[in-house]
């Protein structure tokens, strides 16, 4: 139990460290719908699966200064495959805070574009299926992507990230490629 309580500290210092960072009057608030898939990269065991029956879905929102920060919300319903013999219902939603590192290009042709790598943590809410309790635990995500816009409002990113459950029994850990739509207010 005594691991898991530094796992879980770790992750509100995270999202407390996150939430308090002083954002540069240039910075500009964004909100991302975002649609995409997951790879299980260990449920105990690797697993393979089916791209299609993966689909996640979510919003981001954060700041896109050069060191900025972003809350992430996330569902992925059948995380474990829907049981045709049961009908089974599971679900992975996560709630997660990061710090993101940006690296803007400027140009005429191409517009903003920037890079960005992030690293953070959160809550993971875990449901393995109808007749089984579901379990929240700490977790830890980190990855990156790319921002690009098309207007001075309006634009698209690409993002990777790779979330880990903290949890010491049979933790779940997986890879979430998403594309989505960028809105600044």
Not at 147 to 159: C, K, L, N
Request: hydrophobic share 40%.
């Amino acid at each position: 139990m005594q691991p898991f309580r530094r796992h879980v500290r770790l992750a509100v210092f995270v999202l407390i460290a996150g939430g308090c960072t002083a954002a540069p009057a240039s910075a500009q608030l964004y909100v991302s719908p975002f649609f995409g898939t997951t790879s299980q990269a260990k449920v105990g065991k690797s697993v393979s699966t089916d791209l299609l029956d993966e689909a996640t879905f979510g919003a981001a929102a954060g700041t896109m200064g050069r060191i900025g920060a972003e809350i992430d919300f996330d569902y992925t319903p059948d995380f474990f495959g829907f049981q045709d013999v049961t009908h089974d219902r599971n679900h992975v939603l996560t709630l997660t805070g990061a710090i993101s590192l940006r690296k803007p290009v400027y140009s005429p042709r191409r517009g903003r574009f920037s890079p960005y790598a992030a690293i953070g943590g959160g809550l993971l809410r875990i449901l393995p299926g109808t007749h089984t309790v579901a379990h929240s635990a700490a977790g830890l995500v980190g990855g990156g992507g790319a921002m690009g816009f098309v207007t001075e409002r309006i634009g698209w990113h690409g993002d990777a990230r790779y979330v880990r459950d903290l949890s010491s029994d049979n933790p779940i850990r997986f890879w979430r490629v998403s594309i989505g739509f960028v809105f600044v207010p």
